[in-house]
């Protein structure tokens, strides 16, 4: 029997580790995929089928396209329609809390005491919070945790029907490209199982009847409106050479160019989740090197045997290959790794035994998750207050509704003008666009990588950075609109290559997008009524502006205003106030702007440069120093702060 004052302060550790995710989970939509599947998900209750080709894109229309998360989107859009966008914050934090769930059970079945359990499930937790999106990735999450729940249960006895695997394995392969991980750790369980029988006594023929199993899942997988195209889609996508561009399917520590040979740090490797990798995988090294060590010594098997071993091998390598499967490594290695660990060190330092005093009242096992149970809480705290912290200068707020990065008000503007045709829009923005405007409008580009395919996603690529090219798809495309998310990498150079085509003239700017449409087409009404000649957000640079345009620019940022209230709208006004000579507005709006503390580097560089341009060096150096807090690698915001400083001459 479970005393009662652990099982207390399992209850309270648990009440934490909940709080803890719903810090890290209940945070706005900043990902752009969810509204691909969104509007997929329409379709498909809409017409009562899946798609087969693609009718979102104008350079990809008609090219085959696989939905092979489907029924995630079905339930995206059913929860989204029903409950709204905090809806699927709230699935999403409901998911998470069910993931952990299982995952613990699973630790507790292995062994794993509370007081190892929660907090390595804790720490698991911080590590896979990047990844705790609304994507269907969270069903993989879910489903990787119900297989090794099931699997615990059938190594412990206890019941474990083939029926529930089954049933996981249908739904799975229809929610996210991630099923292959079913029959593939019930293989690895196989492998552990064969193991296993021959270092310890175990009953002969789990090791077979887990390998048909496994094979039993497979099959399982083409129980899809796709049929068997479903299972090679994921190698299909993963495969891709140009897919080793994006982010996250990029190596988390070394990234290698195949096409120059060089060698880098990963985008991932400066993050803190990095370094939550590396301890992971230094723990579980650990554990499982006590486990065996022990083995060799005492002839005793680690709990649940060779299997978590296999597991921990084969996600290590498959997250070492891709940033995106590091939160899937620590998830599925959590049970295992926990369970060894306390085996382990268990065996190593027994609590009690001949010559040990038994633990006064107060700090046994209750004592340490009480600790444990106000560690996690702080944590919680924490997090709900400050952020979940990718790097120092970068970490995701909570709150609800969508993020500041989605392209709402300019999608706003383009449906207020009863934009209609194709556009020529930067990467992140497709999917927003999709479900915002299709069919009225199709895009240049989406996240859909499998559709464009590489020769279509290089032609796209050097568009961005040359006008000719550009010309050439705006051409093809029949284009009567772009929109670029300005302040991303790259979008200055793409902003150019618009303006070198002469017949294209910004209509609308805010602090994420920049809308251009084409002077001389069907939209030119509108371009008269809202056309900027002078500003543009992304070729702008703060302090530049001419005594003879500030009377423009004054007006035009107060039009922008008028439009949305943007951040980089008031730094133009405040420019052009300068400009006039009207000092006292121009302070007093930039304080204002100041106590508002805007998470957006670029405003405090165009600040820096505007009182640069006064010859007030010590303001300009401070708001450098502000932008380079957000953004350390900018070399803008640092070339501003030399110029500040006086260490080079301008």
Same mark, same amino acid.
């Given at each position: 029997?479970?005393? =009662?004052?652990?099982?207390?302060?399992?209850?309270?550790?648990?009440?934490?580790?909940?709080?803890?995710?719903?810090?890290?989970?209940?945070?706005?939509?900043?990902?752009?995929?969810?509204?691909?599947?969104?509007?997929? %998900?329409?379709?498909?209750?809409?017409?009562?089928?899946? !798609?087969?080709?693609?009718?979102?894109?104008?350079?990809?229309?008609?090219?085959?396209?696989?939905?092979?998360?489907?029924?995630?989107?079905?339930?995206?859009?059913?929860?989204?329609?029903?409950? %709204?966008?905090?809806? $699927?914050?709230?699935?999403?934090?409901?998911?998470?809390?069910?993931?952990?769930?299982?995952?613990?059970?699973?630790?507790? $079945?292995?062994?794993?005491?509370?007081?190892?359990?929660?907090?390595?499930?804790?720490?698991?937790?911080?590590?896979?919070?990047?990844?705790?999106?609304?994507?269907?990735?969270? &069903?993989?999450?879910?489903?990787?945790?119900?297989?090794?729940?099931?699997?615990?249960?059938?190594?412990?006895?206890?019941?474990?029907?083939?029926?529930?695997?089954?049933?996981?394995?249908?739904?799975?392969?229809?929610?996210?490209? @991630? &099923?292959?991980? @079913?029959?593939?750790?019930?293989?690895?369980?196989?492998? @552990?199982?064969?193991?296993?029988?021959?270092?310890?006594?175990?009953?002969?023929?789990?090791?077979?009847?887990?390998?048909?199993?496994?094979?039993?899942?497979?099959?399982?997988?083409?129980?899809?409106?796709?049929?068997?195209?479903?299972?090679?889609?994921? &190698?299909?996508?993963?495969?891709?050479?140009?897919?080793?561009?994006?982010?996250?399917?990029?190596?988390?520590?070394?990234?290698?160019?195949?096409?120059? %040979?060089?060698?880098?740090?990963?985008?991932?490797?400066?993050?803190?989740?990095?370094?939550?990798?590396?301890?992971?995988?230094?723990? %579980?090294?650990?554990?499982? *090197?006590?486990?065996?060590?022990?083995?060799?010594?005492?002839?005793?098997?680690?709990?649940?045997?060779?299997?978590?071993? #296999?597991?921990?091998?084969?996600?290590?390598?498959?997250?070492?290959?891709?940033?995106?499967?590091?939160?899937?490594?620590?998830?599925?290695?959590?049970?295992?790794?926990?369970?060894? &660990?306390?085996?382990?060190?268990?065996?190593?330092?027994?609590?009690?035994?001949?010559?040990?005093?038994?633990?006064?009242?107060?700090?046994?096992?209750?004592?340490? $998750?009480?600790?444990?149970?106000?560690?996690?809480?702080?944590?919680?705290?924490?997090?709900?207050?400050?952020?979940?912290?990718?790097?120092?200068?970068?970490?995701?707020?909570?709150?609800? =509704?969508? *993020?500041?990065?989605?392209?709402?008000?300019?999608?706003?503007?383009?449906?207020?003008?009863?934009?209609?045709?194709?556009?020529?829009?930067?990467?992140?923005? *497709?999917?927003?666009?999709?479900?915002?405007?299709?069919?009225?409008?199709?895009?240049?580009?989406?996240?859909?990588?499998?559709?464009?395919?590489?020769?279509?996603?290089?032609?796209?690529?050097?568009?961005?950075?040359?006008?000719?090219?550009?010309?050439? $798809?705006? =051409?093809?495309?029949?284009?009567?609109?772009?929109?670029?998310?300005? !302040?991303?990498? @790259?979008?200055?150079?793409?902003?150019?290559?618009?303006?070198?085509?002469?017949?294209?003239?910004?209509?609308?700017?805010?602090?994420?997008?920049?809308?251009?449409?084409?002077?001389?087409?069907?939209?030119?009404?509108?371009?008269?009524?809202?056309?900027?000649?002078?500003?543009?957000?992304?070729?702008?640079?703060?302090?530049?502006?001419?005594?003879?345009?500030?009377?423009?620019?004054?007006?035009?940022?107060?039009?922008?205003?008028?439009?949305?209230?943007?951040?980089?709208?008031?730094?133009?006004?405040?420019?052009? #106030?300068? =400009?006039?000579?009207?000092? *006292?507005?121009?302070?007093?709006?930039?304080?204002?702007?100041?106590?508002?503390?805007?998470?957006?580097?670029?405003?405090?560089?165009?600040?820096?440069?505007?009182?640069?341009?006064?010859?007030?060096?010590?303001?300009?150096?401070?708001?450098?120093?502000?932008?380079?807090?957000?953004? !350390?690698?900018?070399?803008?915001?640092?070339?501003?702060?030399?110029?500040?400083?006086?260490?080079?001459?301008?």
């Amino acid at each position: 029997m479970i005393p =009662g004052s652990i099982r207390r302060g399992e209850a309270a550790a648990l009440a934490a580790l909940t709080l803890l995710l719903l810090a890290l989970a209940v945070t706005p939509i900043t990902n752009n995929d969810i509204f691909l599947h969104l509007k997929t %998900g329409e379709t498909i209750l809409k017409t009562g089928s899946v !798609p087969r080709v693609d009718d979102y894109s104008a350079l990809a229309r008609g090219r085959p396209f696989i939905a092979h998360e489907w029924l995630a989107g079905v339930l995206f859009r059913l929860v989204q329609t029903a409950f %709204g966008w905090n809806g $699927l914050i709230l699935f999403k934090a409901l998911a998470a809390i069910a993931v952990a769930a299982l995952l613990y059970a699973t630790a507790r $079945l292995l062994t794993a005491p509370p007081v190892v359990a929660v907090p390595a499930l804790a720490f698991v937790i911080l590590l896979a919070a990047s990844r705790f999106m609304e994507r269907p990735h969270m &069903f993989t999450f879910l489903g990787v945790a119900a297989v090794l729940l099931l699997l615990a249960r059938r190594r412990n006895g206890r019941r474990a029907p083939v029926w529930a695997f089954a049933s996981i394995q249908i739904l799975w392969a229809n929610l996210h490209g @991630g &099923f292959i991980l @079913g029959p593939a750790i019930v293989a690895l369980a196989a492998a @552990g199982a064969a193991l296993d029988s021959r270092l310890t006594p175990r009953p002969e023929g789990e090791a077979k009847r887990l390998a048909l199993l496994s094979a039993a899942l497979l099959a399982a997988s083409v129980v899809n409106p796709y049929g068997l195209k479903i299972l090679r889609f994921p &190698f299909e996508l993963t495969g891709s050479s140009f897919m080793g561009e994006i982010y996250e399917w990029l190596p988390p520590l070394v990234a290698v160019d195949v096409r120059t %040979g060089s060698v880098s740090l990963s985008p991932f490797a400066s993050t803190y989740m990095a370094l939550y990798y590396l301890v992971w995988m230094t723990f %579980g090294f650990l554990s499982f *090197g006590l486990a065996v060590f022990l083995w060799r010594r005492d002839r005793v098997a680690p709990p649940g045997g060779a299997f978590p071993i #296999l597991l921990f091998t084969a996600f290590l390598l498959l997250s070492l290959r891709m940033t995106r499967n590091v939160a899937d490594f620590a998830l599925a290695t959590l049970p295992g790794v926990a369970a060894t &660990f306390a085996g382990a060190f268990g065996r190593l330092v027994p609590r009690q035994g001949p010559g040990r005093p038994a633990a006064p009242p107060g700090a046994g096992p209750e004592a340490a $998750l009480r600790f444990v149970a106000a560690a996690v809480a702080s944590l919680a705290v924490l997090f709900a207050v400050e952020g979940y912290p990718y790097t120092p200068s970068l970490r995701r707020l909570p709150g609800l =509704g969508l *993020g500041r990065n989605i392209p709402v008000a300019a999608t706003d503007y383009l449906s207020g003008i009863g934009m209609r045709g194709n556009m020529f829009n930067s990467y992140a923005s *497709g999917a927003y666009l999709i479900d915002r405007l299709y069919p009225a409008v199709r895009v240049a580009m989406d996240s859909r990588n499998d559709v464009y395919g590489e020769e279509l996603y290089r032609l796209y690529t050097r568009a961005l950075t040359d006008a000719d090219t550009l010309d050439e $798809l705006l =051409g093809r495309m029949d284009a009567g609109s772009v929109l670029l998310e300005w !302040p991303g990498q @790259g979008m200055m150079t793409a902003a150019a290559a618009v303006h070198r085509l002469k017949s294209w003239t910004p209509v609308f700017f805010d602090d994420v997008a920049v809308i251009y449409l084409k002077s001389d087409g069907p939209w030119r009404a509108v371009v008269a009524r809202d056309g900027y000649s002078l500003l543009d957000p992304a070729l702008y640079r703060g302090g530049a502006l001419r005594h003879e345009n500030a009377a423009r620019a004054l007006a035009e940022s107060e039009r922008a205003l008028s439009q949305a209230r943007s951040y980089i709208a008031r730094v133009m006004r405040i420019d052009a #106030l300068f =400009g006039l000579g009207r000092d *006292g507005e121009a302070l007093a709006e930039e304080s204002r702007i100041l106590s508002e503390a805007p998470p957006l580097f670029h405003i405090y560089t165009h600040l820096g440069w505007i009182r640069l341009a006064r010859g007030d060096r010590a303001e300009a150096a401070s708001r450098f120093r502000s932008a380079l807090s957000y953004q !350390p690698d900018s070399q803008v915001a640092r070339q501003g702060l030399s110029l500040a400083q006086g260490s080079v001459t301008r």
